[in-house]
């Protein structure tokens, strides 16, 4: 079975996922590392040779297999960055995914709506599309805008009162603050 035939695991946003885990690698690393040092500082204050013997000796032996996990981590990380970016599939699956998720929006925090827009720009920058070829703003749910603020622009209006404004979708407002800065015009 070539690469091409292999089946691609179908987790929204793998190449996210994969960051966290390597994150989370990353994080236990320090954390046995920090052990160590403990370890390492009660050795040095122990008053009994036996206890401080001890101490660092398990200190030691965790040293080697920590040193390995940061060896690992970098080098599984390295290796499946590599992989993804090369990973046509599984940037359009993502950008699909990302796409319904911002048709379906239910209109309550247009700060959601602008993050999965800023991931939509992302996801399709890997595969060679532009976001107005797969998305445009008139497609997107919203709330009525009212007509004095949609020439500000004004895209998207959620329930609370935020808008998404500006051509590159990325501002957010309060409708009070659209007003307010069309009337200073």
């Known amino acids: 079975m070539t690469d ?3 089946p691609v695991f179908f987790s929204t946003h793998l ?9 989370d690698l990353r994080r236990i690393h320090d954390e046995i590392t920090a052990v160590i040092r403990n370890m390492e500082d009660a050795a040095s204050k122990c008053s009994d040779p036996e206890r401080e013997k001890e101490l660092r000796f398990y200190a030691d032996a965790a040293l ?20 993804l970016k090369g990973n046509h599939l599984v940037y359009e699956r993502d950008t699909y995914q990302t796409l319904v998720r911002i048709l379906q929006w239910d209109r309550v925090d247009v700060r959601q709506l602008a993050r999965w827009i800023r991931e939509l ?21 919203t709330e009525p805008i009212p007509e004095d603020v949609e020439k ?10 935020y808008c998404l404004c500006g051509m ?4 957010i407002r309060y409708i009070d603050e659209v007003r307010d800065l069309m009337a200073e015009k």
């Open 168 to 171: 590159d979708l990325a501002e």
């Open 152 to 161: 500000y622009p004004v895209f998207v209006l959620d329930r609370q009162g």
């Open 121 to 141: 720009k992302e996801l399709t920058s890997h595969i060679g599309l532009d976001v107005p070829y797969l998305l445009h703003v008139k497609q997107i749910p």
């Open 4 to 6: 091409n035939e292999k």
């Open 64 to 83: 080697g297999p920590t040193d390995d996990l940061e060896k690992w981590t970098t080098t599984y990380e390295d290796a499946v960055n590599e992989k």
């Open 15 to 23: 190449h996210d996922d994969l960051d966290h885990a390597f994150d």
